[in-house]
Nanobody
Framework: VQLQASGGGWVQAGGFLRLSCAASGSFVRLNDMGWYRQAPGKQRGLVAT???????SYEDSARDRFIITRDTTKNTVSLWMYKLRPEDTAIYYCNADAQTTDPTSSRPVFGTFWGQGTQVTVSS
């Protein structure tokens, strides 16, 4: 499973960015998808996740400013980020829990996959 993220960039505080991530490759289905971020000197942490049915959860600082959506027909997940703050500056990674098939046994295999990251910079 390959995840390709896009949409990062530079924005002033209070601005808006939309991140997108597209999954490709060989998989049976994508389960939860989400976005994580890692700021300099900090550990990677959850921003938001969304299930196949659309149920979403958010990290506290993102809850009232960000919206996560997904298109199960296109295997994409997006993060709409409003009212951006300097502390949102980080590398953002998309993530997907996917079911694949073992080529030898044909049994289901469940794994977590990561995109390459996209930089978001918010200036004050």
């Amino acid at each position: 499973v390959q995840l390709q993220a896009s949409g990062g960039g530079w924005v002033q505080a209070g601005g808006f960015l939309r991140l997108s991530c597209a999954a490709s490759g060989s998989f049976v289905r994508l389960n939860d998808m989400g976005w994580y971020r890692q700021a300099p000197g900090k550990q990677r942490g959850l921003v938001a996740t969304i299930g196949r049915g659309g149920a979403a959860s958010y990290e506290d600082s993102a809850r009232d400013r960000f919206i996560i959506t997904r298109d199960t027909t296109k295997n994409t997940v997006s993060l709409w980020m409003y009212k951006l703050r300097p502390e949102d500056t980080a590398i953002y990674y998309c993530n997907a829990d996917a079911q694949t098939t073992d080529p030898t046994s044909s049994r289901p295999v469940f794994g977590t996959f990561w995109g390459q990251g996209t930089q978001v910079t918010v200036s004050s």
